[in-house]
């Protein structure tokens, strides 16, 4: 008399299931989309950096706030300004007069603060029938942006095709971009300061007379581990 297992409905429904869900998760993604920073590339725009001064009608020369404002102003410029600084003043307008002479001013407070004189530029814009109008300033700078990271999550519960959220690699992307001090550089590098090819030769002659190339210590710059602890 042989012996003859049977499964129930219930064992072939239970078996089914996790057959269903072991198959499941091994699921390829339907779209890989490569290493993390492969789909949020690094670009650089550039953005305008701006400054208003306020302007009475009857107002003969920028206060000292203003001055200190147009100090820190110079200082940006100096560090991540790129091309003219522009001054534009207003035309046709009730402090048309006082801009010139605080355009004037603003001129000589930059220049006095390190920026070149010949990139500054003076220019009008169209103000007819508008009060107080204000002297505005601009120049141009370069900003690293991240792509594809604007915007909200989705649901992360939710992976129908079983693939990574577009966002993925974001965190990654936008940290390395607010790393970089010269945006700039990632369009044309910044030039390199020549190699001291004086030093270079001192040390190959000393290599090729067998004499020790390292910089000689002193007793002063020497000293071990014991010698710090005690």
């Not at 936008?174 to 001291?196: H, V």
């Amino acid at each position: 008399m042989q012996n003859r297992s049977t499964s129930s409905p219930l064992s072939l429904l239970f078996y089914g299931i996790v057959f269903v869900g072991l198959n499941a998760c091994s699921t390829a993604p339907k779209n890989p989309r490569g290493l993390p920073g492969d789909q949020h590339k690094i670009s650089v725009v550039q953005q305008a950096e701006r400054l208003t001064l306020t302007l009475a009608p009857a107002m003969g020369s920028l206060t000292e706030a203003q001055k200190r404002t147009l100090q820190g102003y110079a200082a940006a410029y100096l560090d991540h300004g790129y091309g003219p600084l522009a001054i534009s003043m207003p035309q046709g307008s009730d402090t048309s007069s006082a801009a010139r002479r605080a355009a004037q001013q603003s001129q000589k407070v930059l220049y006095e603060a390190g920026v070149d004189w010949a990139i500054i530029a003076q220019g009008h814009y169209q103000a007819s029938g508008i009060t107080g109008s204000p002297l505005l300033l601009s120049f141009t700078r370069y900003v690293a942006h991240v792509e594809g990271c604007d915007g909200r999550w989705r649901n992360l519960a939710t992976h129908p095709g079983n693939n990574e959220s577009e966002r993925f690699g974001c965190a990654l992307a936008i940290n390395t971009a607010a790393m970089i001090a010269n945006p700039y550089d990632l369009i044309r590098p910044s030039a390199t300061d020549p190699a001291s090819t004086a030093r270079r030769q001192t040390i190959m002659n000393k290599y090729i007379a067998g004499e020790v190339t390292g910089a000689e210590r002193t007793a002063d710059e020497k000293g071990t581990v014991s010698d710090a602890v005690n």
